[in-house]
Each structure stands twice: as C-alpha cells, then as structure tokens.
C-alpha cells in the first residue's frame, strides 16, 4: 500500500485514469464544494470506474424550517462530530452533473448500531465520571461520554424518521 496525504478540497495528486476505484467514508461532508471533487474524481478514475461513499446527509423528510427536526439534527451533529449535513441530493447531483450514472442511492442507516452503543455506554457514564475524579480517565473522554449519551436519542430518532443519516451509500459510475 502507499498512503499518500492530500486535500479532497485541491485538485487530486493523481494522473488521468488512474484507479479503477474511489471509496470515502463519511468524509465528503467536509468538501467545499462537491462538484468540483467530483470532477475530479471522474479525471482520476478509468473509464467505467467506480465511486463509492458513505456520507452524511439529510434526507427528504427533513424540514430545515421545523425547530424540532432542526434542533434534532443539531444534536445528531454533536454526536458524530460533523457540522454539515447537506442534502443527499446535493451529491447525487455532483455525480450525475459530472457525467457518472447514479448506481446506489440508499439509506443504510445507523439507528440500530447507535442505540446498541448508547444503551452498552450509558451505564459505564458514572464509572467514567469516577475514574476522572479519581485522575484515571481524562475530562475529554468523559465529555465524548457525556455528549454520548445526552444527544444520541436525536440521531437514533432523526435516522429511524428518516430525517439524516450518518450511513447514507452513493454509488457511482464513470462513463465507460
């Protein structure tokens, strides 16, 4: 493997066609401007290949005029430390301006895998308040808990209302 370190936010370090594949993880929402990394993962990308990420967004049902649903992804922010959850339809339309055939538009969602964590992590939040008067836990990891537990609720929510996601799956396909 090479690791090779650059910003999505700059034109990529990579030749013309060169992978055959390009896969974020949750990632994106920090792009400046989606289209422009789109074109430039289609420069990069040979002829037929595959773009795949798993992103942060809002979803149809959300309503950034409703205090609630607003107040809810506000909280679901400070849970994933994200701050910009963009409409879903903001990457599809980066892909498919770009040229790539939308393959995978698909919330897979995360409601059950965050409330597994919540309901395993809240018992240890007065354990871990111990160890930190005690010295043995730092105050950063007792404040993560602490986030945790008190904001998880509006993310495990938002995603079963179909409002955001933390696990939504794009995947494109560059012409051939």
């Not at 034109?11 to 430039?40: K, N, S, W």
Request: net charge negative; with cysteine; aromatic share 10%.
């Amino acid at each position: 493997l090479d690791f090779q370190v650059a910003s999505m936010n700059d034109p990529l370090p990579f030749a013309d066609g060169t992978f055959d594949a390009v896969y974020v993880m949750q990632a994106i929402c920090y792009v400046h401007d989606p289209h422009a990394l789109m074109r430039e993962v289609r420069r990069v990308l040979k002829p037929g290949g595959i773009f795949s990420d798993l992103s942060i967004v809002t979803l149809d049902n959300f309503d950034p005029a409703n205090q609630t649903q607003h107040k809810m992804m506000k909280n679901a922010q400070r849970v994933s430390v994200v701050t910009t959850f963009r409409p879903k339809g903001v990457y599809e339309d980066a892909c498919t301006s770009n040229g790539f055939t939308l393959k995978i538009s698909k919330l897979l969602g995360a409601a059950d895998m965050t409330q597994a964590a919540t309901d395993y992590f809240t018992p240890l939040g007065g354990v871990i308040q111990l160890l930190n008067k005690v010295g043995l836990m730092s105050t950063s990891v007792m404040q993560s808990m602490d986030r945790m537990n008190e904001y998880a609720k509006d993310l495990v929510q938002g995603e079963r209302e179909e409002l955001f996601s933390i696990n939504y799956w794009l995947v494109c396909q560059a012409p051939l």
